[in-house]
């Protein structure tokens, strides 16, 4: 389902709530990432917090490109290759967009809506299945079945 209008507006305003707790909604989502899924933490062999920063670098990045998503595809295909060099499956997308929803809703609280989670949802399913298609050209988004979903 393409991204609207409406989603897009809803993102952007969001993001620009969460860009000045940027550190702290950067150290909710890896913690609540490693207790979804604690395996994930051998990918990490670096500062945490200056990784945290590459997160909401990245982020700021496709929030920005939601307009032209075109544009930000050769960026997604250059992340998807290093995460799959770094050791990233296929499933482990899933529990990365069940800690952002986790860390988005801690610190945006009621301003969290259903509404901007399902903008949310479309956006990181959109990135992770571009991502997912680059590094394992198999990848099939209407086949892949994942028992861990978007549910928290």
């Known amino acids: 389902m393409p991204i609207t209008q409406r989603q897009v507006t809803l993102i952007k305003e969001s993001f ?7 550190d702290q909604a950067a ?4 913690k609540k990432l490693f207790e979804y899924d604690p395996a994930l933490r051998r990918l990490f062999k670096n500062d ?6 590459k997160l909401m ?6 929030v ?13 295909h250059k992340l998807a290759d290093r995460h799959l060099e770094y050791g990233v499956k296929v499933e482990d997308y899933t529990p990365v967009g069940n ?9 945006l609280g009621t301003a969290f809506t259903p509404e901007l989670r399902q903008a949310w949802i479309e956006v990181f399913q959109l990135v992770a299945n571009t991502m997912r298609a680059r590094a394992y ?16």
């Open 16 to 22: 620009a709530k969460v860009e000045p707790i940027a």
């Open 99 to 107: 800690a952002l929803l986790f860390a988005l809703k801690q610190g």
């Open 64 to 76: 920005s490109s939601l307009t032209n998503l075109e544009a930000l595809v050769p960026t997604l």
């Open 48 to 53: 945490m917090q200056e990784q945290g920063r």
């Open 137 to 152: 050209p198999q990848f099939n988004p209407r086949t892949f079945k994942n028992t861990r979903q978007y549910n928290r």
């Open 27 to 30: 150290k909710i989502f890896y």
């Open 57 to 62: 670098a990245v982020l700021k990045v496709a």
